[in-house]
């Protein structure tokens, strides 16, 4: 993943960009002795695709500016049956098998990396995924069985761990022709997705259906079952010809302080998360204070003021003061609750969380207090061992360490104190694979240190997004296939994610590229084996705002989602989702902002502005995305002006150099 950011650059409206830089006139540029006086020149055109930013930023590695093309309408299924939000699924599941539910909670990097971003704002495309995703879940879009007599490999791989990047492998090797088997220690797959993520913002018949589709191709599952203890891993090495570990993270880090270890009322925010999607609540914390400052710790926040205080309790539900008996959405006849307090801690200032801004909007107005800029420094208990409250700080960060500033001392009560400050993982009954870290080692085709048949992904190599596990399961699931076929690991490329292919898009529109026979033979445009002044530099390139004409795109504000606002007064007891999707109109609008960086989308910019009658629409016949235009060399002059009026940068000058 290629980390952008344009949020903090100047915002120009489409209104301020021109040619000339400051000073400059067009005596500067000498267009005459361009255009009038050249009669020959060593640059010309070249239709160069490169990978737009959004998808170098995006961890799964999703072809955003191919799925966002169909929205807008500019590439149409080859069945003029097919619904485009059909095609556009088809698209996004190259990369990524779970729309609807990365729609929901991705933190979407891509939209902080689009190059909308110097013009107005960013593509909604967090919000697009979630309507096409939330479309095919309602229409039945299946994946169906891949498998056939004619690619099935008969190879068998094992994947321990049935979360996102299990799962995600899952999917991609199934459609490899590979046998698989998930193991999961849990009674439902989903790992994080389900346990760890609030039901108000996956909900879970969304996930159910995702999960469901991906089992449907084929996938053989063990849940309940966990490695090392109901099968070990020597029976694994023996049965199958690869193991992927996608166990995940499932271990919280207490926190380092004195009075943090066996004391009940502390527990970490993996704990409390599982416990709650497990279907279990927390029964008499009135006040919990929880230290972090990422996502988990929003949700435990956010979750601890929906459950609220138990105040009544059945007897035969036999709390024991820690985590109670009652069902977490079904608690309204059994109890009375009272509203929590909700204390979210964090070492560095509230503007500098990792949480996403949204997301600690959300959490403040919902009545959970914030304080940043403060450090644990113990916990304080009563006679009984219980923890009362925590010894805080103001402290100023050093890096990621944080310095306490004396005489700042303070203390927050609590009931229940949550850490949420790291992960890591469980190796109980295969502890040799563990690193000094608690995570795994794996090289850069996802192999694990020193096991021959043993591949990894997800968060036990490297805890993040969701989006990023399952890019380490696209990846590996190609490693994994290359070791079971006897082929020799390849270096991957520069530019990691799925991209535009022209020779597949010729083909599917029935236009294929014909074979090249070799030799060497003199430069043409007419050749069929050969694709006229074409370039592709996506797997190393990324595209940049500087190389696009953004004078050609005007202000287009941002289709929003509808949101359901929820304040102090009613999240208690308020588990309903917070989003709704773009209608089918938005969702078509976002994709008409796309900017189509590094791919051309047919705007005419070149063929009318072109002095020299040089530039021509291929005809309708042979026309295909990212082949519109073409160049007749015999009149061109390299004047430049095709590539000047690009909006997309993907006319660049260089034949000849």
Same mark, same amino acid.
């Given at each position: 993943?290629?980390?952008?950011?344009?949020?903090?650059?100047?915002?120009?409206?489409?209104?301020?960009?021109?040619?000339?830089?400051?000073?400059?006139?067009?005596?500067?540029?000498?267009?005459?002795?361009?255009?009038?006086?050249?009669?020959?020149?060593?640059?010309?055109?070249?239709?160069?695709?490169?990978?737009?930013?959004? $998808?170098?930023?995006?961890? $799964?590695?999703?072809?955003?500016?191919?799925?966002?093309?169909?929205?807008?309408?500019?590439?149409?299924?080859?069945?003029?049956?097919?619904?485009? %939000?059909?095609?556009?699924?088809?698209?996004?599941?190259?990369?990524?098998?779970?729309?609807?539910?990365?729609?929901?909670?991705?933190?979407?990097?891509?939209?902080?990396?689009?190059?909308?971003?110097?013009?107005?704002?960013?593509?909604?495309?967090?919000?697009?995924?979630?309507?096409?995703?939330?479309?095919?879940?309602?229409?039945?879009?299946?994946?169906? @069985?891949?498998?056939?007599?004619?690619?099935?490999?008969?190879?068998?791989?094992?994947?321990?761990?049935?979360?996102?990047?299990?799962?995600?492998?899952?999917?991609?090797?199934?459609?490899?022709?590979?046998?698989?088997?998930?193991?999961?220690?849990?009674?439902?797959?989903?790992?994080?997705?389900?346990?760890?993520?609030?039901?108000?913002?996956?909900?879970?018949?969304?996930?159910?259906?995702?999960?469901?589709?991906?089992?449907?191709?084929?996938?053989?599952?063990?849940?309940?079952?966990?490695?090392?203890?109901?099968?070990?891993?020597?029976?694994?090495?023996?049965?199958?010809?690869?193991?992927?570990?996608?166990?995940?993270? !499932?271990?919280?880090?207490?926190?380092?302080?004195?009075?943090?270890?066996?004391?009940?009322?502390?527990?970490?925010?993996?704990?409390?998360?599982?416990?709650?999607? %497990?279907?279990?609540?927390?029964?008499?914390?009135?006040?919990?204070?929880?230290?972090?400052?990422?996502?988990?710790?929003?949700?435990?926040?956010?979750?601890?003021?929906?459950?609220?205080?138990?105040?009544?309790?059945?007897?035969?539900?036999?709390?024991?003061?820690?985590?109670?008996?009652?069902?977490?959405?079904?608690?309204?006849?059994?109890?009375?609750?009272?509203?929590?307090?909700?204390?979210?801690?964090?070492?560095?200032?509230?503007?500098?969380?990792?949480?996403?801004?949204?997301?600690? %909007?959300?959490?403040?107005?919902?009545?959970?207090?914030?304080?940043?800029?403060?450090?644990?420094? @113990?916990?304080?208990?009563?006679?009984?061992?219980?923890?009362?409250?925590?010894?805080?700080?103001?402290?100023?960060?050093?890096?990621?360490?944080?310095?306490?500033?004396?005489?700042?001392?303070?203390?927050?009560?609590?009931?229940?104190?949550?850490?949420?400050?790291? !992960?890591?993982?469980?190796?109980?009954?295969?502890?040799?694979?563990?690193?000094?870290?608690?995570?795994?080692?794996?090289?850069?085709?996802?192999?694990?240190?020193?096991?021959?048949?043993?591949?990894?992904?997800?968060?036990?190599?490297?805890?993040?997004?969701?989006?990023?596990?399952?890019? +380490?399961?696209?990846?590996?699931?190609? @490693?994994?296939?290359?070791?079971?076929?006897?082929?020799?690991?390849?270096?991957?490329?520069?530019?990691?994610?799925?991209?535009?292919?022209?020779?597949?898009?010729?083909?599917?529109?029935?236009?294929?590229? !014909?074979?090249?026979?070799?030799?060497?033979?003199?430069?043409?445009?007419?050749?069929?084996?050969?694709?006229?002044?074409?370039?592709?530099?996506?797997?190393?390139?990324?595209?940049?705002?500087?190389?696009?004409?953004?004078?050609?795109?005007? @202000?287009?504000?941002?289709?929003?989602?509808?949101?359901?606002?929820?304040?102090?007064? +009613?999240?208690?007891?308020?588990?309903?989702?917070?989003?709704?999707?773009?209608?089918?109109?938005?969702?078509?609008?976002?994709?008409?902002?796309?900017?189509?960086?590094?791919?051309?989308?047919?705007?005419?910019?070149?063929?009318?502005?072109?002095? %020299?009658?040089?530039?021509?629409?291929?005809?309708?016949?042979?026309?295909?995305?990212?082949?519109?235009?073409?160049?007749?060399?015999?009149?061109?002059?390299?004047? +430049?002006?095709?590539?000047?009026?690009?909006?997309?940068?993907?006319?660049?000058?260089?034949?000849? !150099?």
């Amino acid at each position: 993943m290629t980390t952008i950011n344009k949020k903090n650059l100047p915002k120009t409206e489409g209104k301020f960009f021109r040619r000339f830089r400051e000073g400059e006139s067009p005596k500067d540029w000498d267009l005459e002795e361009k255009i009038f006086v050249a009669d020959h020149s060593y640059k010309c055109p070249v239709y160069v695709v490169k990978t737009p930013p959004c $998808s170098a930023s995006c961890p $799964s590695g999703h072809d955003i500016r191919g799925w966002l093309a169909i929205a807008r309408g500019m590439d149409k299924p080859t069945d003029e049956n097919m619904p485009w %939000q059909e095609y556009a699924f088809q698209r996004m599941t190259k990369a990524n098998p779970f729309p609807a539910v990365m729609g929901r909670v991705c933190p979407a990097p891509c939209e902080d990396g689009c190059n909308r971003n110097v013009v107005d704002e960013y593509v909604g495309i967090n919000a697009l995924e979630h309507y096409v995703g939330d479309w095919a879940i309602e229409n039945n879009m299946a994946f169906g @069985e891949p498998v056939t007599d004619a690619n099935e490999t008969r190879k068998k791989v094992a994947i321990i761990g049935g979360g996102p990047a299990g799962l995600a492998a899952a999917y991609f090797l199934r459609k490899k022709g590979h046998n698989v088997t998930i193991f999961d220690e849990h009674e439902k797959l989903g790992g994080m997705m389900r346990y760890g993520i609030p039901t108000y913002r996956v909900p879970r018949d969304k996930l159910d259906a995702e999960i469901k589709r991906i089992i449907d191709m084929g996938v053989e599952v063990r849940t309940n079952t966990r490695v090392g203890r109901d099968v070990s891993v020597e029976q694994l090495e023996d049965e199958y010809d690869a193991i992927f570990w996608a166990i995940g993270a !499932q271990k919280g880090r207490p926190l380092p302080i004195p009075g943090w270890s066996d004391c009940e009322n502390c527990i970490t925010g993996v704990e409390f998360l599982e416990a709650f999607n %497990q279907g279990w609540v927390y029964g008499t914390a009135k006040k919990i204070v929880v230290v972090g400052g990422g996502d988990t710790s929003i949700d435990v926040a956010s979750v601890a003021r929906r459950l609220g205080h138990i105040t009544e309790v059945r007897k035969t539900d036999n709390i024991d003061g820690k985590i109670g008996g009652f069902t977490a959405d079904d608690v309204a006849g059994i109890l009375r609750r009272e509203g929590v307090e909700a204390t979210l801690t964090s070492l560095f200032p509230i503007d500098q969380m990792v949480a996403a801004e949204h997301e600690r %909007q959300e959490a403040m107005r919902e009545g959970v207090k914030i304080l940043g800029g403060v450090m644990p420094l @113990e916990v304080i208990k009563d006679d009984s061992g219980k923890a009362v409250g925590l010894k805080m700080c103001e402290c100023k960060m050093d890096g990621m360490t944080p310095i306490p500033i004396e005489g700042t001392e303070f203390t927050l009560e609590a009931d229940l104190i949550v850490a949420a400050i790291g !992960q890591y993982g469980d190796f109980e009954g295969f502890e040799d694979l563990a690193n000094e870290r608690g995570f795994m080692d794996t090289d850069s085709y996802f192999r694990v240190a020193g096991k021959e048949k043993h591949f990894a992904g997800g968060d036990i190599i490297r805890p993040h997004l969701l989006t990023t596990a399952i890019g +380490h399961a696209r990846i590996a699931a190609d @490693e994994i296939d290359h070791f079971l076929s006897g082929k020799p690991l390849e270096k991957r490329p520069k530019v990691d994610v799925a991209h535009f292919n022209l020779l597949n898009e010729l083909a599917q529109r029935g236009r294929p590229v !014909q074979p090249y026979e070799g030799g060497q033979v003199p430069g043409t445009s007419s050749a069929e084996w050969a694709v006229h002044n074409f370039e592709d530099r996506a797997s190393s390139d990324v595209i940049t705002h500087e190389e696009m004409f953004l004078g050609h795109f005007t @202000e287009m504000p941002r289709a929003k989602r509808e949101e359901i606002p929820i304040d102090a007064e +009613h999240v208690l007891g308020n588990f309903q989702e917070r989003i709704k999707p773009l209608t089918e109109e938005q969702a078509k609008y976002e994709g008409e902002r796309c900017m189509s960086c590094g791919l051309c989308f047919e705007c005419d910019n070149c063929v009318i502005f072109c002095p %020299q009658d040089a530039v021509h629409r291929v005809p309708k016949s042979e026309r295909a995305v990212g082949r519109y235009v073409f160049t007749e060399y015999t009149r061109c002059v390299g004047c +430049h002006i095709c590539s000047d009026v690009c909006p997309t940068g993907y006319i660049k000058m260089g034949l000849g !150099q």
